[in-house]
């Protein structure tokens, strides 16, 4: 989807500088200017063209999927400079750069008939519909134009939870969760009911599709029983050693409801750690989006993370964003959403 402060802010910016020439040069043949003048007038010229252009650039690397660390800055200052231009820019262009059209922008999107009906009575594929689809959604949060979009929600499919991220509030607990039908399972574990119903359909197609048995682990916990799990590990271990085990209480993202661990069930299910050398595990990791969920921690993404690699650990986020991630090429929530990474706490 096009940015739509980038073509605002190119034209605007390339407007002002063709403006002054042309005042100036009028005026000129009466009074022609001083050296001094027409330097000044360059150098702000020169500089209108380079912010144009970090901005240009900023905004069209802000949603590619393969420079994560530059990406979350890249896609921070696009935002940033869309709203306001640096301060030596100002300065040097003087008075000439219009005010920012990111406010009217951002408005636009979140204002449109279809998002105000869709956030007032919808569902969340309803609002991601009315943004365009998945694509456009994460494109209109990431440029800044989806205020009326918080990443922080957990009661939505596009809450995004990490250790920079904690739920908020942070005993949240989901209205609803269900235990998924049909499947084998060794821990009594529940879901958000579109994300129960999306895992029972990824365990028929597993089936079907000739990957074997799926079985549900651990899905749903509550703050409290966080709470217990973790403060076991920090009694056992110690804190630092707790931290690589388990979640502090508050930033789990099966406190949402919409995370779930599997195992491979073929003879009795296995342990969810050697879910990823299963034929499951291959299939899952493929085939995930297909019905909304991402592998969530991927293999040399625990600098963005924050965790080491869980091919069993299923986000579901929906299947119009999840086709939307896997199109993209995304590894992470945090690219995918060009948030910063969230390493530790
Ligand atoms: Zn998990």
Aim: some cysteine.
């Amino acid at each position: 989807m096009p940015q739509p402060e980038q073509p605002m802010t190119r034209r605007d910016a390339r407007r002002d500088p063709a403006t002054r020439d042309t005042t100036h040069a009028a005026g000129g043949r009466r009074r022609p200017p001083g050296g001094a003048r027409w330097g000044i007038l360059a150098v702000a010229a020169l500089l209108v063209v380079g912010v144009t252009a970090t901005v240009a650039t900023a905004l069209a690397s802000g949603g590619q999927p393969d420079a994560v660390g530059d990406m979350s800055e890249s896609a921070v200052s696009a935002s940033a400079d869309a709203v306001a231009l640096p301060a030596g820019a100002s300065a040097a262009a003087a008075d000439s750069i219009p005010a920012p059209a990111q406010t009217s922008v951002a408005r636009a999107s979140c204002d449109a008939p279809a998002v105000v009906t869709a956030l007032a009575s919808g569902g969340d594929a309803d609002v991601i519909a009315a943004f365009g689809g998945g694509e456009a959604f994460r494109a209109a949060v990431v440029s800044g134009a989806a205020p009326c979009v918080s990443l922080s929600d957990a009661r939505h499919l596009w809450v995004v939870v990490d250790k920079k991220r904690p739920l908020d509030p942070v005993d949240f607990e989901p209205a609803t969760v269900v235990a998924p039908a049909d499947m084998q399972r060794t821990v009594d574990g529940r879901l958000v009911p579109d994300a129960a119903n999306a895992l029972t359909a990824l365990v028929a197609a597993a089936a079907k599709e000739g990957a074997g048995a799926i079985g549900l682990n651990s899905a749903y916990r509550s703050f409290a029983s966080q709470t217990r799990t973790y403060n076991g590990y920090v009694d056992s271990m110690g804190r630092d050693q707790a931290d690589q085990q388990s979640a502090r209480p508050g930033y789990s993202e099966h406190q949402t409801g919409l995370a779930t661990d599997v195992a491979a069930c073929d003879n009795g299910c296995g342990a969810i750690e050697s879910f990823g050398g299963t034929a499951q595990g291959a299939w899952t990791a493929a085939n995930a989006w297909r019905f909304g969920f991402i592998v969530r921690y991927e293999p040399g993404q625990t600098a963005i993370t924050g965790y080491e690699a869980e091919a069993w650990h299923l986000r579901y986020i929906g299947p119009d964003l999840a086709k939307a991630y896997h199109d993209g090429g995304y590894h992470t929530l945090e690219e995918f959403f060009g948030l910063p990474a969230a390493p530790g706490y």
